[in-house]
């Protein structure tokens, strides 16, 4: 599947809020990479959902996430690794405001 097609799929279900459309493209083509934190929980930033903690235990995939409102070196490269699947209805991750 590529961004074309998803969108169609997408847009043939009709009349859906974007939240609607961020939960059916996760459900589709997984969460991204690009991921929002807040006291160690770490969260899809196209959907919101919940992709783990680093309190108790340890988060694998916090090795190659970006953060959203990071412009750190770590994120930097880690973007550069995002394919379109990680972009598709996320925000840039390296700006301020948090969607």
């Keep these: 599947m590529d961004e074309k097609l998803l ?3 997408i847009d ?5 809020d974007d939240q609607q459309r961020r939960n059916i ?8 990479r690009i991921q929002t934190t807040c006291m160690g ?9 919940q992709l783990g903690d680093t309190l108790a235990s340890i988060y694998p995939g916090a090795e190659k996430a970006v953060i959203v409102g990071h412009k750190c070196q770590t994120c ?7 394919t379109w699947e990680d972009k598709f209805m996320c925000q840039d991750p390296f ?5």
């Design 7 to 9: 969108t169609e799929k």
């Design 12 to 16: 043939s279900l009709g009349d859906l």
């Design 25 to 32: 493209a996760c459900s589709l083509i997984g969460h991204s």
């Design 41 to 49: 929980y770490f969260y899809c930033a196209r959907c919101g959902d």
């Design 76 to 82: 930097e490269e880690n973007y550069a690794e995002c």
């Design 95 to 99: 700006t301020e405001e948090v969607i």
